[in-house]
């Protein structure tokens, strides 16, 4: 792993231009230059110069980063911002008692065996896919996320889905992706998983890695080099691929909220070509982040309520009867922002996960 010193180079890359704070959801509300990242930048180079503290204050604006990469995007320098955040929070949380009480309750003892139990538990009465696997052209290892595993309503849609698709679902037991446990400084706790998750893949013979979150496809990618990666794809994404319809028993109209960590969404048009009964209106800034973030959304709750607001009003204002998304955590996000907002006579749209929305159409194969 690399430490806080060995970014000390790229550190250096920030030439304060300030082209960060344009896109910075946290310094469009906040307007402070320490939750950007180049007012981190500058504390982190007191850091490694000697002439600050990586104390409390500096981690609060550590934390205050929702991880959505704009900065990184739209950086001249192409800095690694992300991966710097979280060497200097490993190094906060090593050298906390906080630190250490949250990485004791994030550790495989606590948090690897409660979700053990609740996959047990949630999966007792779930149904098991019985597919012909010879029959299968497409082998495709399901990386579920600890969400689905929980609360698998998302789960059973995609296996409804899936039984009229030419396609194996290979179902293992993954650890969590890891992602929280890098927001945490939980380094030894990520290195963990990476090495449990890596082995499963290892073992397993695929086409692709189908995720249906956003975050755990982007964590996931990262155990990787470029050129040695798996092909990843997403469950709509796959599902606009195959020659399958879906026809809604009322006309319906939805908008979609697209996750930072969702690589591209241009397989929506072709996904909502094949829904009958069914118009797409796009949302104001349809990839700006919801406002939760896992971690982000309780460490800096009125910060997050602010940031959902917003996201829920470019909502509310399409009109639309349904917000679509294609991450747990955005969910969570959305409703929250339209819990808080003002509908002044307009309606609620409600929030659901895209693989949930499509599962309550009929389903129509066009037969061979
Ligand atoms: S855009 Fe990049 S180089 Fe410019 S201030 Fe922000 S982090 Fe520094
Ligand atoms: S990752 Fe997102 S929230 Fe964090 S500093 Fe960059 S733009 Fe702001």
Known sequence: MKKLEDFAD????????????????????????????????VMLEGVLKGDL??????EKYLDMCLKCGKCKAFCPSGIEVCEIFNAA????????????????????????????????LTHIFSEKLYLKESQMSL?????????????????????KIFKNLD???????????????????NWERYEEVKKKNLQIIEECHFDYILTDCASCA????????????????????????????????KPLKVTFHKPCHLENSDFLQK??????????????????CCGFAGQFGLLNRELSIEISKKKAQNIIDTGADIVLTTCPSCVIGIIQGLQYSEL????????????????????????K
């Open 10 to 41: 790229d550190i250096n890359k920030c030439s304060k231009c300030g082209l960060c704070q344009s896109v910075c959801p946290v310094y469009k509300i906040t307007g402070n230059d320490c939750a950007v990242s180049r007012g981190k930048f």
């Open 53 to 58: 503290k990586l104390n409390k204050n500096i």
């Open 89 to 120: 929070k490993y190094e906060c949380a090593k050298n906390s008692f906080h630190g250490r009480v949250e990485n004791f309750f994030e550790s495989d003892l606590v948090f690897g065996n409660l979700m053990r139990i609740a996959r047990k």
């Open 139 to 159: 082998k495709l290892l399901y990386f579920k996320g600890c969400v689905n595993d929980v609360y698998p309503k998302n789960e059973k849609a995609l296996k």
């Open 167 to 185: 396609a194996e679902l290979i179902e293992k037991n993954f650890e969590c992706c890891g992602l929280p446990f890098l927001s945490s400084g």
């Open 218 to 249: 982007s964590t996931l990618k990262d155990y990787f080099n470029e050129d040695l990666c798996p092909k990843f794809i997403n469950a709509a994404e796959f599902i606009s691929e195959q020659n399958i319809k879906f026809r809604f028993n």
């Open 271 to 288: 996904l909502f070509e094949k829904c009958e009964n069914l118009e797409y209106i796009e949302m104001k800034d349809f990839d700006e």
């Open 344 to 367: 002044t006579g307009k309606k609620r749209p409600k929030v659901m996960n895209i693989i949930d929305f499509l599962s309550k159409a009929k389903i129509i194969v066009p037969k």
